[in-house]
């Protein structure tokens, strides 16, 4: 079974420009979750998303904003860039929120540089 | 979800029996306890999950004392590749809890030849 995939794997913007990540969760899985790391601030979760509807936020500006299709792909997206965004974005994705959803696949992340 | 406190360091050698200990004093009656394993620019893995006593799958154990308050992770014979930082987290599986998962700082396990 094919795991979760992210696209792109490296990405370049400059500031004020807006970028848009994309994740396939594993096949059969219905939620998908998504995390910013960073050398100084370490994982920290954004927003989880189970049928196509937004279950959680993370302490993030209201530039950060994501969505689910139907068939559970996810995407997210990034507005206003500022140099505090280069960050690698993980997408993880589980088989249903709630019980055994701390079992979750992540993806190889997106490596995102604003210059 | 009940804070965890990790070693932020660890050294061992390849072949040796490494245990990483995570303090979870708060942990609540429904919690369970899970382990991840992540590699430099790459996403965590996740290792073990557990919520009392013992449990064991082909990559290692995880041992629960009976007041739960701690949980050790057990990995038998490390080799290099087990170079990497693995963190503990503490959360509510039930029905209904979201799948927010908080990460703390984790212990960097540096298996040396």
């Known amino acids: 079974k094919a795991g979760v995939t992210q696209t792109p794997r490296y990405l370049i913007k400059t500031r004020g420009q807006q970028v848009t990540l994309s994740c396939s969760p594993i096949?059969?899985?219905?939620?998908v979750s998504w995390y910013q790391q960073t050398p100084g601030q370490g994982l920290q979760f954004l927003f989880e998303?189970?049928?196509?509807?937004?279950?959680n936020k993370g302490n993030f500006p209201g530039r950060f904003s994501g969505r689910q299709f139907s068939n559970s792909r996810s995407e997210m997206n990034v507005s206003t860039l500022e140099l505090g965004d280069s960050a690698l974005y993980l997408c993880?994705?589980?088989?249903?929120?709630?019980?055994?959803?701390?079992?979750?696949?992540f993806g190889p992340g997106t490596r995102l540089t604003v210059t | 979800l009940a804070k965890t406190t990790q070693p932020i360091s660890m050294d061992s050698y390849e072949g040796q029996e490494v245990n990483i200990t995570c303090s979870h004093n708060?942990?609540?009656?429904?919690?369970?306890i899970t382990w991840y394993q992540q590699f430099p620019s790459q996403g965590p893995r996740f290792i073990i999950q557990?919520?009392?006593t013992k449990v064991t799958n082909e990559v290692a154990s995880l041992f629960i004392p009976a007041d739960r308050k701690s949980s050790t992770l057990s990995l038998p014979r490390v080799s290099l590749s087990d170079t990497a930082v693995y963190y503990c987290?503490?959360?509510?599986?039930?029905?209904?809890?979201?799948?927010?998962?908080?990460f703390g700082q984790g212990t960097t396990l540096q298996v040396k030849p």
């Open positions: 998303y189970f049928s196509e509807t937004q279950r």
């Open positions: 096949s059969g899985h219905r939620s």
């Open positions: 987290l503490v959360g509510d599986k039930r029905r209904g809890n979201t799948g927010k998962l908080i």
């Open positions: 993880a994705s589980s088989l249903t929120p709630g019980q055994g959803n701390y079992e979750q696949y």
């Open positions: 708060n942990i609540a009656t429904n919690d369970y």
């Open positions: 557990g919520y009392k």
